[in-house]
């Protein structure tokens, strides 16, 4: 069983800053990709930002310069830095995992819970 807990998800003015964190735990063997995607109302869900096993890190333009994804692998824990929000950025963002939980079990998908960032003066 694999749980992933979110937290700092709230309510921003625009231009100012949130720092969002995921941690997975459980039974847990290897995790490969980490990300952050966001859905806002009447919208689908889109990556907001990945990272891999290697620290190579992924930004779609609309967020690029402005958000930073950083992991802890020893922690199993994945972070979103978002600097100089605007109002499009409100959403529920959801973290993402990519791991095995055996050493030779496939590799799954695991989401989180979701929070919500709401961006408004």
């Known amino acids: 069983q694999v749980q992933l807990v979110e937290s700092g998800g709230g309510l921003v003015q625009p231009g100012g800053s949130l720092r969002l964190s995921c941690a997975a735990s459980?039974?847990?063997?290897?995790?490969?990709?980490m990300a952050w995607y966001r859905q806002a109302p009447g919208k689908q869900r889109e990556l907001v930002a990945a990272?891999?096993?290697?620290?190579?890190?992924n930004y779609p333009d609309s967020v690029k310069g402005r958000f930073s994804i950083s992991r802890d692998s020893g922690k199993n824990t994945v972070s979103l830095q978002m600097n100089s929000l605007k109002p499009e950025d409100t959403a529920v963002y959801y973290c993402?995992?990519?791991?095995?939980?055996?050493?030779?079990?496939?590799?799954?998908?695991?989401w989180g819970q979701g929070t919500q960032v709401t961006v408004s003066s």
């Open positions: 993402y995992v990519d791991l095995t939980t055996t050493a030779w079990g496939p590799r799954s998908d695991y």
């Open positions: 990272i891999n096993s290697g620290g190579s890190t």
């Open positions: 459980g039974s847990i063997f290897s995790v490969y990709a």
